[in-house]
């Protein structure tokens, strides 16, 4: 089993920039394959980013491409997003989750997952 917390949330003005952490213990970091996802008050959780358990391979939403840089460091066991050019559309509260081997963008195939921190984009 794998324990994820979540930093790095808060308030930015739209265009603003963001650097999520997501800080894992437990199990050995780089046997999973590390996910990003985030729920706006009233919609459903959509996937943001995944990266492979090496960081050689990364999958992004369409919304987020060339905005949000998904990164890992196994050595520090911990996995980033760094969130660019922030929309008020982007407003959320942002997920970290894992899973073994393979990354995936379907959260069902994600078994751990943090607390959640929010970030607000104002307009």
């Known amino acids: 089993q794998v324990q994820l917390v979540e930093s790095g949330g808060g308030l930015v003005q739209a265009g603003g920039s963001l650097r999520l952490s997501c800080a894992a213990s437990?199990?050995?970091?780089?046997?999973?394959?590390m996910a990003w996802f985030r729920q706006a008050p009233g919609k459903e959780r959509e996937f943001v980013a995944a990266?492979?358990?090496?960081?050689?391979?990364?999958d992004y939403a369409d919304s987020v491409k060339g905005r949000f840089t998904i990164s890992r460091d196994n050595a520090k066991n911990m996995v980033y997003l760094q969130m660019n050019v922030l929309k008020p559309e982007d407003t959320a509260v942002y997920y970290c989750?894992?899973?073994?081997?393979?990354?995936?963008?379907?959260?069902?195939?994600?078994?751990?997952w943090g607390q959640g921190t929010q970030v607000t984009v104002s307009s």
């Open positions: 990266v492979n358990r090496n960081g050689s391979s990364t």
């Open positions: 989750a894992a899973r073994s081997y393979l990354q995936a963008i379907r959260g069902d195939e994600y078994p751990y």
């Open positions: 437990g199990r050995t970091f780089s046997n999973y394959a």
